[in-house]
């Protein structure tokens, strides 16, 4: 139900989350002087909901992981399989041209290596390979969309494999999501609601507590604190028009005093070079650990 109130939180008066309207217009202000679309979402100590441009379709790219990442824990939750469960991979599975610490790492393929670890390739480093071998795993990208719409979440879709996205752009647009659908899917795990054994769900949690990528845009401001975050991020090519198609960080802010946020920034369409374009996510995140770790 909290959930559902996070909705109605969005139809009803500015009154509502009296508190945060100069972090209201801070964001609005970063919005207004950038050329991209950018949407944000925040969910803040499970009761106050700020969204931004929500009404959009942003391609979720890499982030998409963490979706995938929760249909393969419920795939082993279901049949009562441990994160050791071993998947043989060829040398077939592990594409060239791709993002892919795991075929670095395995070039010649033919290992056994376990569900927990490509999770953990998939998290942590966002690889390709991984990740489709993942989709095989558990029967295709729509098995993942249905479990995710069974946990209640609307407003995304997960329809293409990373196979399909590098071979044709244009499916990049399939797999999409509005930043508040994602901030809801972050803040169920970090709230520990999802209905699936916390032996699973923890080792997704501390997998995006060590995400690697991405340490430029939502963590920034986070750095050399005692704040912890966990996030998952997503990066496209760029377009024909020399636009990245989207520039994403997705995650949930575990401050020292006990209090949490979850964020979702995405970026689309952006002409911005790809580190200006990170510091834009950075300066958002900036202003709301600012704005929500200052003393009560």
Same mark, same amino acid.
């Given at each position: ?5 996070? %909705?109605?939180? @969005? ?20 919005? !207004? ?9 925040? @969910? ?49 599975? @592990? ?15 033919? %290992? ?5 670890? =490509?999770?953990?390739?998939? =998290? ?25 719409? +069974? ?6 879709? %997960? +329809? ?19 930043? =508040? ?7 169920? @795990? ?5 209905? %699936? ?12 507590? !060590? ?14 604190? +005692? ?26 802010? =575990? ?29 958002? +995140? ?11």
């Amino acid at each position: 139900m909290k959930y559902l109130t996070y %909705i109605l939180l @969005l139809l009803l008066p500015s009154s509502i989350i009296q508190g945060h309207n100069s972090l209201q217009k801070q964001i609005q202000q970063i919005l !207004k002087s950038t050329e991209a679309k950018i949407g944000v979402a925040i @969910l803040i100590n499970e009761k106050d909901t700020l969204v931004f441009n929500n009404n959009e379709r942003y391609p979720l790219m890499s982030v998409m992981k963490y979706h995938q990442a929760l249909a393969v824990v419920h795939h082993l939750d279901q049949c009562n399989l441990p994160l050791s469960t071993g998947i043989w991979i060829e040398k077939q599975d @592990l594409l060239p041209n791709t993002h892919s610490p795991l075929r670095n790492k395995y070039p010649e393929g033919n %290992i056994t290596l376990s569900v927990g670890e =490509l999770l953990a390739y998939t =998290l942590q480093e966002s690889d390709n390979n991984a990740c489709d071998i993942l989709f095989k795993y558990v029967g295709g990208v729509e098995t993942v969309n249905k479990y995710i719409r +069974s946990l209640g979440i609307e407003d995304f879709a %997960i +329809s293409a494999t990373e196979y399909e996205m590098h071979h044709c752009p244009a499916k990049c647009y399939d797999n999409w999501a509005t930043p =508040l659908s994602v901030a809801i899917l972050m803040d169920k @795990l970090a709230g520990g609601t999802l209905p %699936i054994d916390t032996t699973y769900t923890h080792f997704i949690r501390d997998n995006l507590l !060590k995400c690697n990528t991405g340490k430029e845009r939502l963590p920034s401001p986070l750095l050399g604190t +005692s704040t912890c975050i966990g996030h998952k991020t997503g990066t496209s090519d760029q377009n024909e028009k020399g636009e990245w198609i989207a520039i994403n960080d997705a995650g949930f802010i =575990l401050l020292p005093d006990g209090r949490r946020y979850s964020i979702a920034v995405f970026v689309k369409h952006s002409k911005l070079s790809l580190q200006k374009t990170e510091a834009i996510i950075a300066r958002i +995140s900036t202003a709301v650990y600012q704005h929500l770790s200052a003393p009560e």
